[in-house]
């Protein structure tokens, strides 16, 4: 079964927070890093993996996200916290 994934992708200065949905994480974030496809993060420079969460299922996954976009700001930057307190790049290295 292929792992699915949510991420949040940001700006350079931590001021736009992108959420996203993927069965390829590390493809994904090359994308948003190259800006293969004109949208959002390509508009708003979110090159930047700071947090993510692995599941078995797509399905799990689409469901978090939904869950996560209908939270406000504090609680995407209270989860980036717990994990990468730092919000470095989580795709470097």
Not at 11 to 25: K, P, W
Not at 37 to 65: H, M, P
Not at 69 to 88: F, V
Request: proline fraction near 1%; hydrophobic fraction near 30%; include cysteine.
């Amino acid at each position: 079964m292929k792992k699915s994934y949510i991420y949040f992708m940001v700006n350079r200065n931590n001021t736009v927070i992108y959420i996203g949905v993927t069965s390829n994480l590390l493809e994904r974030v090359q994308q948003h890093k190259t800006k293969v496809y004109k949208g959002f993060t390509s508009k708003y420079n979110c090159d930047k993996l700071v947090y993510f969460e692995e599941f078995e299922e797509i399905n799990q996954a689409i469901v978090r996200e939904k869950q996560l976009k209908a939270g406000n700001r504090k609680r995407k930057e209270e989860l980036i916290q717990l994990k990468n307190p730092t919000w470095k790049d989580l795709s470097e290295g």
